[in-house]
């Protein structure tokens, strides 16, 4: 269901159409909606904030990026940690050198926390009187109803939803992609268990080589920055515990580790950044910070609405290329056991032909925007 202003309506594309009074749109459907939903949005000069992962593949995100810059709209991914101070601490103390270049960053996650790894649909059942099927299908090929897909399931199958990666990569691999200015990775290498055209897996890790670039953001602006090695786990799996975290203290369920020639990092979740060994932060100078503070995500962009900056993660500029990078990970899960070329300009996987049905799907008729 879909509420605009004071009217709830079935189906977006008749709320935009008829409530020309909007003057922005909060998308929080599953994933397979998130584009449809925003490029009509979008096209009809709404500003829009979408959760994340903003796309459900890597094409939709690039056109996402796209259609923000052409429309002229404010857009926001909503990876809402992203405003947290804490994930800004983080980022700041990266930038500024607290443990020296950073070669290696291992981010981890407890997703999936909803059932993955089947290898076949299961059976049909009746579809629940107060629910639209075919609409909530959308772009999504047709197939039968089953409770082990909605709701809430969804996440799990590849047609609708994005897996753990999905989920949670736009929240965890978020501040490592911006301490470290990373870009589009050059090569995608995937170990799984369970993944099938039909779901994604029970575990997966994923191996993204970023390389050498030219920092943005001061301290590091137009400086070199060293290649970098981004190994993501899900389904539990988490990277050797470092030896700096002692005996006494537990992995976090979720968190990044950042290797740097001058130490180690660890965020927990998304927003508590210590040095480890403990002891590092008792004569730790913190910078001075040097990142805008902002009130909440949401905030930002209702700010953003009225007139004021761009977002921290707009379409076009940060969210955009986070999302790609992230659902690029699934395209190694997809294609697992193959280490994957990327060529990001042109959007191909230059050494695996057969992965281009993973950057960009096909639509069911009716829903190409």
Request: proline letters at 8%.
């Amino acid at each position: 269901m879909f509420r605009g202003a004071s009217q709830t309506w079935a189906d977006f594309r008749e709320m935009i159409e008829k409530q020309k009074e909007i003057d922005a749109v909060m998308v929080s459907t599953p994933d397979h909606m998130h584009y449809p939903a925003a490029m009509l949005a979008m096209k009809s000069g709404k500003a829009v904030c979408v959760e994340k992962p903003m796309a459900h593949s890597v094409w939709e995100a690039r056109q996402m990026a796209e259609a923000a810059k052409k429309y002229k709209v404010a857009t926001q991914m909503d990876n809402e940690f992203h405003s947290h101070p804490g994930l800004r601490t983080g980022v700041e103390w990266v930038k500024a050198g607290a443990i020296g270049a950073v070669r290696e960053v291992h981010v981890w996650t407890d997703r999936p926390i909803w059932p993955q790894g089947f290898a076949k649909r299961p059976p049909t059942q009746p579809v629940p009187a107060n629910l639209n099927w075919d609409l909530w299908l959308g772009p999504a090929p047709f197939r039968d109803y089953h409770d082990s897909l909605h709701p809430f399931k969804w996440r799990g199958w590849w047609d609708f939803g994005c897996g753990a990666l999905g989920d949670m990569g736009c929240h965890l691999i978020d501040i490592s992609y911006w301490a470290l200015d990373l870009g589009q990775p050059t090569t995608l290498e995937a170990i799984q268990e369970g993944n099938s055209a039909e779901a994604a897996p029970k575990w997966s890790t994923v191996t993204y080589q970023f390389p050498a670039r030219k920092g943005k953001v001061r301290p590091q602006e137009g400086k070199e920055l060293p290649p970098v090695t981004l190994k993501w786990y899900d389904g539990k799996k988490k990277p050797e515990r470092p030896e700096e975290l002692g005996p006494k203290r537990k992995m976090p369920s979720n968190g990044t580790l950042f290797v740097g020639e001058k130490g180690k990092l660890l965020v927990t979740n998304w927003t508590s950044p210590r040095l480890i060994p403990e002891e590092k932060m008792k004569d730790f100078k913190r910078p001075e910070p040097f990142i805008k503070r902002v009130k909440s995500h949401k905030h930002e962009w209702i700010e953003a609405v009225k007139g004021g900056p761009r977002c921290g993660s707009d379409f076009e500029r940060y969210g955009g290329p986070l999302c790609e990078t992230v659902l690029l990970g699934n395209l190694a899960v997809r294609c697992s056991n193959k280490k994957l070329e990327w060529d990001a300009e042109n959007l191909r996987v230059k050494n695996a032909p057969e992965a281009s049905q993973y950057v960009k799907r096909e639509y069911r008729k009716g829903w190409e925007f």
